[in-house]
Structures are given as C-alpha cells and as structure tokens.
C-alpha cells in the first residue's frame, strides 16, 4: 500500500492517505514474455502451450518460471475485474460483458484497453517476425 500526499484546504494541511495500486499487465511486459517463450499469440481462453500457442497470461507465466501458487497470487494481487477485464480485450471483444460489481467497473474497463493494447503489440511484433 503506497502512501499518497493530499492537500486539504488553503491552508497547506498536508496529510497522508493510503492508496493501493493494483499492478497492471504492461505492453512491454507481454512483448518480451512471447520473445522469451516464442509462443504465437492466442486468442482462445483455454489452450496448451504444448503447441507453442499461448494468450498474454500464458507467456507471462512461463517468461516469469512462475509456480502455479505465484501465478494464482498474481493474478489475485491484479484483482478479478482487471484480469477479466483485460481477457475480453486480449480476446478482441468489441464491447465489455456486464460485471455486477460497480465499484470495480473502472478495472474491468482498465484490463479491457490493457488487454486490446497487449494484443495489437503482439500482433505487429508477429508480423516483424520478431
């Protein structure tokens, strides 16, 4: 939990206000795990990286060496909205599927335009042949 410096009325009162930032899948975090892994790129939720195919969360994981515990602590630390949310972008969903919980709702969107962004880099980076 990071500590966040807040400004309260004109008088400079400083005080402190805990934040939790969940962490995120980065671009740059799923490019590097398909060079490592060599897998090709996967749209499918279920798939054996047995054949060399994988999605972003697959690559990821090998990359890393993770244990399946480690992988089931990431994604937890990422919380359900956001890896959810990032699926249905990595998967090329048009739209967001309904989440019943408002409060998360800005994750789910979140995970979303991660998940599209991840996918559109890993799409040029096949492409290049890298």
């Known amino acids: 939990m990071a500590l966040r410096r807040v400004c309260e009325g004109g008088e400079g009162v400083v005080s402190m206000v805990r934040t939790r930032q969940r962490p995120r899948i ?3 975090e799923v490019v ?4 490592v892994t060599g897998f090709i790129p996967e749209r499918r939720d279920y798939v054996s990286v047995i054949d060399g195919r994988g999605t ?3 690559a990821i994981w090998h990359a ?3 244990s399946h515990d480690d992988y089931r602590r990431w994604m937890n630390k990422m919380g359900p909205a956001y890896t959810t949310g990032f699926l249905q972008g990595w998967k090329g ?3 967001l599927r309904p989440w019943p919980h408002n409060n998360s709702r ?3 969107k979140l995970g979303f335009a991660d998940g599209h962004a991840a996918w559109d880099a890993v799409v040029i980076l096949s492409e290049e042949g890298n």
């Open 106 to 108: 800005h994750l789910l």
């Open 93 to 95: 969903n048009k739209r």
């Open 56 to 58: 972003a969360l697959d």
């Open 26 to 28: 980065t671009v740059d």
């Open 64 to 66: 890393r060496g993770m």
């Open 32 to 35: 590097d795990a398909f060079r």
